[in-house]
T-cell receptor, first 112, second 113 residues
Framework: GNSVTQMEGPVTLSEEAFLTINCTYT??????LFWYVQYPGEGLQLLLKATKADDKGSNKGFEATYRKETTSFHLEKGSVQVSDSAVYFCALMGTGGFKTIFGAGTRLFVKA | NAGVTQTPKFRVLKTGQSMTLLCAQD?????MYWYRQDPGMGLRLIHY???????AKGEVPDGYNVSRLKKQNFLLGLESAAPSQTSVYFC????????????FGPGTRLTVL
């Protein structure tokens, strides 16, 4: 079945550091891939998405590229801010499906 | 648009008590979901609905029931609460399988003593 594996946290960085959170997936066909972010005390919200191979999703300085050959969708940001402290979830939805499969989440702490 | 709303935001129950969590969305979405979030376990799907009048079991359905009598509402019921149901509950919806971004509510924090 479909699955998502993302790096365990927490990840602690200093402000302006480079961020990478690794995500790999297992799925048949061409799933849609997502990164969701959860700020303290809130629900998840979509950060970015990609729907086909080689697509790059981007938002708020975050980027992720859909790599079919390595079944990966790593999240990157060139310079993190304290306000980026949150939990990040990688997720996928299979072709024609309606259930989203979530990774376990990676907590990010950014220090001033 | 309010998006997805959940009531209540917090609740404390005693073991054996019952309650209903209400989720409402004003986006005319077809699909709705109930998840629970526990520390270190990510999100787990409890029940979902693919349209008005339909419901189906997810990954962890035991001890919960749901109903979707109106398209905009999805109710989650606990008939006899247990301490293992202490969790944060999130409702979510999507428009369809093409526009498949999930919209989440703010969550309900439930404690069962």
């Amino acid at each position: 079945g479909n699955s998502v594996t993302q790096m365990e946290g927490p990840v602690t960085l200093s402000e302006e550091a480079f961020l990478t959170i690794n995500c790999t997936y297992t799925a048949t066909g061409y799933p849609s891939l997502f990164w969701y972010v959860q700020y303290p005390g809130e629900g998840l919200q979509l950060l970015l998405k990609a729907t086909k191979a080689d697509d790059k999703g981007s938002n708020k300085g975050f980027e992720a590229t859909y790599r079919k050959e390595t079944t990966s969708f790593h999240l990157e940001k060139g310079s993190v801010q304290v306000s980026d402290s949150a939990v990040y979830f990688c997720a996928l939805m299979g072709t024609g499906g309606f259930k989203t499969i979530f990774g376990a989440g990676t907590r990010l702490f950014v220090k001033a | 648009n309010a998006g997805v709303t959940q009531t209540p935001k917090f609740r404390v129950l005693k073991t054996g008590q019952s309650m209903t969590l209400l989720c409402a969305q004003d986006m005319n979405h077809e699909y709705m979901y109930w998840y629970r979030q526990d520390p270190g376990m990510g999100l787990r799907l409890i029940h979902y609905s693919v349209g008005e009048g339909t419901t189906a079991k997810g990954e962890v359905p035991d001890g919960y029931n749901v109903s979707r009598l109106k398209k905009q509402n999805f109710l989650l019921g606990l008939e006899s609460a247990a301490p293992s149901q202490t969790s944060v509950y999130f409702c979510a919806s999507i428009a369809g399988t093409t526009y498949n971004e999930q919209f989440f509510g703010p969550g309900t924090r439930l404690t069962v003593l």
